[in-house]
């Protein structure tokens, strides 16, 4: 009888070349002729420091004493002994790494004195995320606003009700925040601060542990596997009460949740988009919270209209913060008409001339400005300007951007990188030229203008180096940074006291996404940069650039109206069918062919449309119709938000994606499923 061996799917891929392993294995599994099974391997190996100890031979004062003087004749020994003393003083042990950097010895040295048996090096676990300490605790004390919306969350949490607090930039609801972890803590129980960007961690992080001291860790994507596993463990063993963290902070393993933050819970980065499971972290808290019976608020000073309309109908209690801390105004929001500025010749590069002007005073007094554009990259687009030609991704349906610090062309949909091309790949000719402008552009026209001032970037590829986000603000919020130039990252949530002008360069691109929430974005995205500046003391100035000056969108803005934009996207919701009326779910195709795509699309909107109960729209191409060589088509099902049916009309959705799947021509056609996208 032969002997029974396992395999891995990757043996097995090797043995039937040109099949797929998964489907072989499937269809084995059915028949009953194999069994699967998953052997899990721990990969987690704890950080290790080598560390000085004093043998027990010198522990005494008169041996310490004898060998000080032995040592006079051996200088290099003298050093690295007295450097040691005075480490042994300060720390609870001394770091060998440390140890050579206070000596002017080297290690050669340092393994002599181990020779003679005066110390010995020993290897020890140590914490990859180290507390770093603060100056002297803080005391979070409410302001009469603040105390006044405290009291009122209390009481909504008596009766186990959601709060969505709307608090305008700069009214300190990170205040409010603090005073109710310091309850929940009192009751010796965790908290959980969710923010949307991991740019945000290391500011609140610093902010918490000054009042709440080393208690407190964070948790995002940006960390090693390992660095996770520490997080995991010590939330585990209630070794950190408070975790601050990005969405995936969600599935930590509470020892005794007590409260769940969510800041900025308007925020798009709270949704997963890929890969799966695509979830709303903000949703997904609340349903955490409501099966553990905790507290939750939801803060921002623009609400998502989801939450908004919630909080309108009693199904989450609702309450303001109206006023800035420390009595500061609301910044004043000017808004510059590009065409115009055009027309009259007045644009110098980028920058109109209130701008420049309006900056150079802003320098002058020895104030920060922050500069946002929403693209990175030096140019978002190349052309030929003989026959209009513009150099596109070779996988995906879109224009490459032109990046100058490394001077190639760059695909932000699957990465792929190519050089700069001068020469027009359709005419010939030799007048392609780079078109609009990105973050890196921005920045060298900053340079050109103010040569006296400090100029950094602050976007993803700036962030590429590890911790590089937590020094960028460090340094600005020291002053040591007059301009910062930057994307979204600058805009959500950052506090920085010195800032006190705000310019949106080219906003028409918030504005024209073909997407029912564009509006909204817009919006949000507009306020909240305007919020960055003039938080402390005296108002702010808000610039904003844009070519449709008169859109409804940056009037609202202008005036600070949340509620008149309410009410206005409200309206066209209702008009257009869209959220919060109904509840969407987008299927989404993907196929190597587009002719396969599109006949599964069609097969499968068809199918969808025989259920009944829901509105079919597509299907069609999406903005960007290939992306990774992958085509792509699009199915958007709108179910009434109260229908009895919901529960079926899933199952049916599911049942017919099976289905397809099943289908000859369509087994290698991809479907996913967006619920709430």
Not at 119 to 142: A, C, G, H, M, Y
Not at 241 to 267: K, M, N, Q, T, Y
Not at 371 to 383: D, E, H, I, K, M
Request: positive net charge; proline residues 4%; glycine residues 6%.
């Amino acid at each position: 009888m032969p002997v029974l061996q396992d395999l891995t799917i990757d043996e097995i891929q090797q043995i039937i070349q040109g099949r797929s392993a998964w489907k072989v294995v499937h269809s084995l599994l059915e028949k009953g002729l194999i069994s699967v099974y998953e052997d899990v391997q721990d990969q987690y190996q704890s950080k290790k420091e080598k560390f000085v100890f004093l043998t027990p031979a010198y522990s005494s004062a008169s041996a310490q004493q004898s060998l000080f003087s032995s040592l006079e004749r051996a200088p290099k020994q003298l050093d690295i002994w007295l450097s040691f003393l005075h480490l042994q003083q300060t720390e609870k042990h001394v770091l060998q790494s440390e140890l050579l950097k206070r000596s002017a010895a080297g290690s050669a040295t340092l393994q002599v004195l181990c020779e003679k048996g005066i110390f010995e090096i020993r290897k020890l676990d140590v914490d990859r995320l180290p507390f770093e300490s603060t100056p002297d605790r803080e005391q979070n004390i409410l302001n009469q606003g603040q105390e006044i919306a405290y009291q009122e969350i209390q009481q909504a949490f008596t009766q186990h009700q959601p709060v969505l607090l709307q608090g305008i930039t700069g009214s300190g609801k990170t205040h409010v925040y603090c005073q109710l972890i310091s309850d929940c803590l009192a009751q010796g129980k965790q908290a959980l601060y969710l923010l949307p960007e991991i740019a945000l961690t290391p500011q609140i992080i610093r902010r918490l542990k000054s009042i709440f001291g080393p208690k407190v860790g964070m948790y995002h994507s940006r960390f090693s596997h390992n660095e996770r596993v520490e997080v995991w463990q010590k939330t585990l063993n209630h070794e950190y009460d408070v975790i601050i963290g990005a969405r995936s902070a969600l599935f930590l393993p509470f020892h005794d949740l007590g409260l769940i933050v969510v800041d900025e819970e308007h925020d798009g980065s709270y949704k997963q988009q890929d890969p799966a499971p695509r979830y709303q972290a903000r949703d997904c808290a609340l349903v955490l919270a409501a099966q553990m019976k905790v507290p939750i608020i939801l803060g921002s000073a623009t609400p998502s209209i989801e939450s908004y309309t919630n909080a309108i109908h009693k199904k989450y209690a609702l309450v303001h913060l109206r006023e800035r801390h420390g009595n500061a105004g609301l910044p004043e929001v000017n808004i510059v008409d590009t065409k115009k500025a055009m027309k009259e010749k007045t644009l110098q590069g980028i920058f109109s001339k209130p701008v420049i002007s309006a900056m150079q005073e802003a320098l002058q007094n020895k104030k920060q400005i922050i500069l946002f554009q929403n693209r990175r990259g030096y140019a978002p687009f190349s052309v030929c300007t003989t026959c209009g030609w513009v150099p596109h991704c070779k996988n995906c349906d879109v224009s490459l951007t032109y990046h100058k610090h490394s001077d190639q062309l760059h695909c932000h949909y699957c990465g792929a990188k190519s050089p700069y091309i001068s020469i027009c790949q359709a005419c010939g000719g030799n007048r392609v030229i780079a078109k609009s402008f990105g973050t890196e552009k921005i920045e060298e026209d900053c340079k050109k203008l103010f040569p006296h001032a400090r100029v950094q970037r602050f976007d993803w590829d700036a962030m590429r180096i590890k911790n590089k986000y937590s020094e960028i603000i460090r340094l600005f919020e020291k002053q040591q940074i007059d301009i910062l130039v930057g994307t979204q990252m600058v805009v959500k949530g950052l506090d920085f006291e010195h800032v006190s002008m705000v310019v949106v360069l080219s906003a028409d691109s918030l504005l024209s996404y073909p997407d029912f929430r564009v509006n909204e974005r817009g919006f949000q995205l507009l306020e909240q940069v305007s919020g960055r500046a003039g938080r402390k003391d005296k108002e702010g100035k808000v610039y904003v650039q844009l070519f449709k000056a008169d859109h409804p969108v940056v009037e609202k803005v202008k005036h600070h109206d949340f509620s008149g934009f309410y009410q206005e996207e409200l309206l066209h919701r209702y008009t257009y069918h869209y959220p919060p009326y109904v509840r969407l779910i987008r299927i989404t195709l993907r196929h190597r062919t587009e002719d396969t795509v599109y006949l599964a699309a069609e097969r499968l909107a068809a199918a969808l449309a025989e259920v009944g109960g829901m509105e079919i729209i597509g299907p069609a191409q999406p903005p960007i119709a290939r992306v990774r060589n992958q085509f792509l088509q699009e199915i958007l099902i709108k179910i009434e938000k109260d229908s009895r049916h919901l529960q079926d009309l899933k199952t049916h959705i599911r049942q017919i994606i099976l289905r397809l799947g099943t289908q000859k021509n369509f087994t290698q056609v991809q479907v996913i499923t967006d619920v709430d996208p």
